[in-house]
């Protein structure tokens, strides 16, 4: 009794220094809202090199900090930059409503190069003959060909670039160009041998080029002498810009030329009305789900019900103070993935609870305290094997996916440890102390765990005999497994994005647009292959192949004039190259989730255990892409995130159904399996009702009131909550049954 007591107050600590620790940071430290959520765009751009892997990464260092300095130019707020990998960097740009300006800014090279003038050419391809292999023919502003000779300076010698405006003089915008030391030197060389020349002659000029186009190439002043030069260190480079051109302009040379070409791999941008609504809309089914999945919980176990929706509670302030302390961005399926974690925080809670009911049942002199106590002990198992297997999941997402899907990975992972806290301390801790008080002592059925339960006493009547002829439940899972591979024969796989890279922009237009008139109006302007989807009156959504930024300004053109004033409300951009990396890494994230649950449950279980269970989560994923395949919705990210979820929610059922199995097997070694199995089947069957009515009761509220992409997220992990609900009892069961050695080999194997 005394070290009951001391185990209580040692978990009851436990539990308030983890409240008030989470406490403490949700109020003192903000989380990071991700660019989907608050708006802005998010640029990921990729460094082209054949340089050695170190070579590549210090230009891809240097390359960061040229960027660094273009983006402190732009003046956006919060502006972050990481690398990832030796070739890419994620370039966020909070509030950034004009991807195309964004994209320009960062991704020229702004190779500056100073080249005196040799003097015209007939055509732009004179450039042959002897000596003139260094020579360069560009045209001038106004088109004229001019022959330049090799740069005398580049971007290295410029020490920075400002766009000022002359009142005094009326001379306009024009570009103020400061060298550097070197620079200062080279630059009054070069304009002291252009000064030799006449007035009037070409030779006077110096052309100033950037990226291979002369911006500039006015004559050397009068004033400038034969052999003396412009000194000083200081020049200005005048046109007819307007505020607008003088202020890029300068911005691009102040930042620095890029040391190596950078391509756009990846853009996303999204308005920050889009990013509130969404924020709202899955605020909205939190709240709604977790108060009916409370109401369904507290209706089943009552007073331990009552007390697992508190623990609920801190459940959420634990998740989010952990991603508020550990500095993760939470994205929109990583919200979507924090409301679903509340679903599956209950799984802790319903399989303690099952359990000491079972233990309440079987005891002579029960008492609902120490049945919960063995509850607890006896839970403890399902629970860490099957929470692993999620995080399994969980983990392959953030090493595998990429942009928000990441953040899903992110935000489950952390929502499973917070659920195990939650269960196995708080809700512990409150379902000890509640059920030691003397008024809960003489009312046992107020507890909850003092009955069986509705679902339990229906099978305990009937006791059918599920797995006489497991073949046949074979069968039928082999005919859904024909219809879900017959879809992706019949209507093909719709891959998003994502997989095949391309353009998906998302208008709201103020007047209906219909999805074939605008499909008819891409057409005539250019865009055949545009695929148009309407999602309701006002909003519409165009997916292409890769568009530049001068083609989507035509889309939003062509959408404007059929819907009236017209706002982009999400654009993204995927290149072909990242389209076939994310592709793969689909397969491979799918393949390493099944070898890994394989070898985990080969490890926990016996081997024909894992490959039931692997062959049952190889049945899952079939049919739930054949659903979509049927459904022509999307295959994309999101789904993704959706499959591995599944695929973890899956084998939790698996998990907890072979844990009572070799529980049954190491007390009894007589009686058949297949009774064995059956038995083991109708004992857990109340969890899996239980858990899955909780899990269905979120993802329903999310996929009402969420948007299209997380309304198809939600409904991919309502058909895998279904399939992987089936397939545990339905599918892994049989298949170990017909995977077992004979009855007398079996006696001789059990352990």
Same mark, same amino acid.
């Given at each position: 009794?005394?070290?009951?007591?001391?185990?209580?107050?040692?978990?009851?600590?436990?539990?308030?220094?983890?409240?008030?620790?989470?406490?403490?940071?949700?109020?003192?430290?903000?989380?990071?809202?991700?660019?989907?959520?608050?708006?802005?765009?998010?640029?990921?751009?990729?460094?082209?090199?054949?340089?050695?892997?170190?070579?590549?990464?210090?230009?891809?260092?240097?390359?960061?900090?040229?960027?660094?300095?273009?983006?402190?130019?732009?003046?956006?707020?919060?502006?972050?930059?990481?690398?990832?990998?030796?070739?890419?960097?994620?370039? @966020?740009?909070? =509030?950034?409503?004009?991807?195309?300006?964004?994209?320009?800014?960062?991704?020229?090279?702004?190779?500056?190069?100073?080249?005196?003038?040799?003097?015209?050419?007939?055509?732009?391809?004179?450039?042959?003959?002897?000596?003139?292999?260094?020579?360069?023919?560009?045209?001038?502003?106004?088109?004229?060909?001019?022959?330049?000779?090799?740069?005398?300076?580049?971007?290295?010698? /410029?020490?920075?670039?400002?766009?000022? !405006?002359?009142?005094?003089?009326?001379?306009?915008?024009?570009?103020?160009?400061?060298?550097?030391?070197?620079?200062?030197?080279?630059?009054?060389?070069?304009?002291?041998?252009?000064?030799?020349?006449?007035?009037?002659?070409?030779?006077?000029?110096?052309?100033?080029?950037?990226?291979?186009?002369?911006?500039?190439?006015?004559?050397?002043?009068?004033?400038?002498?034969?052999?003396?030069?412009?000194?000083?260190?200081?020049?200005?480079?005048?046109?007819?810009?307007?505020?607008?051109?003088?202020?890029?302009?300068?911005?691009?040379?102040?930042?620095?030329?890029?040391?190596?070409?950078?391509?756009? *791999?990846?853009?996303?941008?999204?308005?920050?009305?889009?990013?509130?609504?969404?924020? @709202?809309?899955?605020?909205?089914?939190?709240?709604?789900?977790?108060?009916?999945?409370?109401?369904?919980?507290?209706? &089943?176990?009552?007073?331990?019900?009552?007390?697992?929706?508190?623990?609920?509670?801190?459940?959420?302030?634990?998740?989010?103070?952990?991603?508020?302390?550990?500095?993760?961005?939470?994205?929109?399926?990583?919200?979507?993935?924090? *409301?679903?974690?509340?679903?599956?925080?209950?799984?802790?809670?319903?399989?303690?609870?099952?359990?000491?009911?079972?233990?309440?049942?079987?005891?002579?002199?029960?008492?609902?305290?120490?049945?919960?106590?063995?509850?607890?002990?006896?839970?403890?198992?399902?629970?860490?094997?099957?929470?692993?297997?999620?995080?399994?999941?969980?983990?392959?997402?953030?090493?595998?996916?990429?942009?928000?899907?990441?953040?899903?990975?992110?935000?489950?992972?952390?929502? &499973?440890?917070?659920?195990?806290?939650?269960?196995? *301390?708080?809700?512990?801790?409150?379902?000890?102390?509640?059920?030691?008080?003397?008024?809960?002592?003489?009312?046992?059925?107020?507890?909850?765990?003092?009955?069986?339960?509705?679902?339990?006493?229906?099978?305990?009547?009937?006791?059918?005999?599920?797995?006489?002829?497991?073949?046949? $439940?074979?069968?039928?899972?082999?005919?859904?497994?024909?219809?879900?591979?017959?879809? /992706?024969?019949?209507?093909?796989?719709?891959?998003?994005?994502?997989?095949?890279?391309?353009?998906?922009?998302?208008?709201?237009?103020?007047?209906?647009?219909?999805?074939?008139?605008?499909?008819?109006?891409?057409?005539?302007?250019? !865009?055949?292959?545009?695929?148009?989807?309407?999602? =309701?009156?006002?909003?519409?959504?165009?997916?292409?192949?890769?568009?530049?930024?001068?083609?989507?300004?035509?889309?939003?053109?062509?959408?404007?004039?059929?819907?009236?004033?017209?706002?982009?409300?999400?654009?993204?951009?995927?290149?072909?190259?990242?389209?076939?990396?994310?592709?793969? +890494?689909?397969?491979?994230?799918?393949?390493?989730?099944?070898?890994?649950?394989?070898?985990?449950?080969?490890?926990?279980?016996? $081997?024909?255990?894992?490959?039931?269970?692997?062959?049952?989560?190889?049945?899952?994923? *079939?049919?739930? /892409?054949?659903?979509?395949?049927?459904?022509?919705?999307?295959?994309?990210?999101?789904?993704?995130?959706?499959?591995?979820?599944?695929?973890?929610?899956?084998?939790?059922?698996?998990?907890?159904?072979?844990?009572?199995?070799?529980?049954?097997?190491?007390?009894?070694?007589?009686?058949?399996?297949?009774?064995?199995?059956?038995?083991?089947?109708?004992?857990?069957?109340?969890?899996?009702? +239980?858990?899955?009515?909780?899990?269905?009761?979120?993802?329903?509220?999310?996929?009402?009131?969420?948007?299209?992409?997380?309304?198809?997220?939600?409904?991919?992990?309502?058909?895998?909550?279904?399939? =992987?609900?089936?397939?545990?009892?339905?599918?892994?069961?049989?298949?170990?049954?017909?995977?077992?050695?004979?009855?007398?080999?079996?006696?001789? @194997?059990?352990?």
């Amino acid at each position: 009794m005394k070290r009951r007591k001391n185990s209580l107050r040692a978990r009851a600590l436990l539990a308030l220094t983890v409240i008030a620790a989470s406490l403490a940071i949700a109020l003192t430290t903000p989380v990071r809202l991700g660019l989907d959520l608050r708006g802005g765009t998010q640029i990921t751009l990729e460094t082209r090199s054949t340089a050695t892997t170190e070579a590549d990464r210090e230009a891809t260092d240097r390359t960061m900090e040229v960027l660094r300095g273009r983006i402190d130019a732009l003046g956006v707020a919060e502006p972050n930059l990481v690398r990832s990998g030796d070739h890419r960097i994620l370039v @966020e740009l909070p =509030g950034v409503q004009d991807p195309k300006k964004a994209a320009d800014v960062l991704g020229r090279t702004a190779q500056l190069t100073v080249h005196p003038v040799l003097g015209t050419a007939e055509t732009p391809d004179d450039n042959t003959g002897p000596g003139r292999a260094k020579e360069q023919t560009l045209p001038d502003e106004s088109g004229q060909p001019l022959r330049l000779k090799a740069a005398a300076l580049t971007g290295q010698d /410029v020490k920075g670039a400002d766009a000022r !405006f002359d009142q005094q003089s009326g001379a306009g915008w024009h570009v103020t160009i400061d060298f550097t030391g070197d620079g200062r030197d080279a630059w009054a060389d070069v304009t002291a041998r252009a000064a030799c020349h006449p007035a009037g002659d070409p030779q006077r000029r110096v052309a100033i080029v950037l990226d291979d186009k002369i911006i500039s190439s006015p004559q050397v002043d009068p004033s400038v002498g034969c052999g003396t030069g412009i000194p000083g260190g200081t020049t200005q480079i005048t046109g007819s810009f307007d505020d607008a051109e003088a202020r890029e302009l300068a911005l691009l040379i102040s930042g620095g030329a890029l040391p190596v070409p950078v391509e756009t *791999v990846e853009q996303r941008t999204v308005g920050a009305t889009l990013g509130d609504s969404a924020i @709202e809309a899955a605020a909205w089914a939190a709240v709604i789900g977790t108060t009916l999945t409370a109401l369904f919980i507290i209706a &089943v176990y009552r007073l331990m019900g009552l007390l697992a929706t508190a623990a609920l509670l801190c459940y959420g302030l634990v998740s989010y103070a952990a991603l508020a302390a550990l500095g993760a961005t939470l994205t929109l399926p990583g919200l979507a993935g924090f *409301v679903l974690a509340i679903g599956m925080a209950v799984d802790a809670n319903v399989l303690v609870f099952e359990r000491a009911r079972e233990e309440y049942a079987a005891r002579s002199r029960p008492s609902p305290r120490s049945a919960l106590t063995a509850g607890f002990r006896g839970a403890l198992s399902a629970i860490a094997d099957s929470n692993i297997t999620t995080l399994v999941a969980a983990g392959l997402l953030f090493a595998l996916a990429s942009g928000p899907v990441r953040g899903f990975g992110v935000t489950l992972g952390i929502g &499973v440890l917070a659920s195990m806290i939650s269960a196995l *301390v708080i809700t512990r801790v409150l379902a000890e102390y509640a059920a030691g008080r003397p008024a809960v002592r003489r009312r046992p059925r107020l507890t909850g765990v003092a009955d069986t339960g509705r679902v339990r006493d229906g099978l305990l009547r009937r006791n059918p005999f599920l797995m006489r002829r497991p073949r046949r $439940w074979l069968a039928v899972s082999g005919a859904l497994l024909v219809m879900a591979v017959s879809g /992706v024969l019949v209507r093909g796989l719709d891959l998003g994005i994502d997989f095949t890279g391309g353009r998906l922009i998302e208008y709201s237009t103020t007047k209906a647009v219909d999805a074939d008139r605008a499909r008819e109006a891409l057409t005539e302007a250019g !865009f055949p292959r545009a695929v148009v989807q309407s999602s =309701g009156d006002t909003a519409l959504t165009v997916r292409t192949q890769n568009l530049t930024n001068t083609e989507a300004a035509t889309v939003t053109d062509t959408i404007g004039g059929l819907g009236g004033e017209t706002k982009m409300v999400r654009d993204e951009l995927i290149g072909p190259s990242l389209g076939d990396e994310l592709r793969r +890494n689909a397969v491979i994230a799918l393949a390493l989730a099944l070898g890994a649950q394989l070898l985990y449950l080969a490890i926990r279980f016996r $081997w024909r255990f894992a490959t039931a269970a692997v062959g049952a989560l190889v049945h899952d994923v *079939v049919i739930l /892409v054949g659903v979509f395949a049927w459904l022509g919705k999307p295959i994309d990210g999101v789904f993704l995130a959706a499959l591995l979820t599944v695929i973890g929610y899956s084998v939790n059922d698996s998990v907890v159904l072979f844990d009572r199995i070799r529980e049954l097997l190491a007390r009894d070694r007589t009686t058949p399996l297949s009774r064995l199995t059956n038995q083991a089947i109708l004992q857990t069957l109340p969890r899996t009702v +239980n858990t899955g009515m909780g899990a269905a009761i979120i993802l329903t509220a999310l996929a009402v009131l969420a948007d299209d992409t997380l309304t198809d997220f939600a409904l991919a992990l309502l058909i895998g909550l279904a399939v =992987g609900t089936y397939s545990s009892v339905f599918t892994a069961a049989p298949l170990t049954l017909s995977l077992n050695p004979p009855a007398g080999r079996r006696q001789r @194997e059990a352990r």
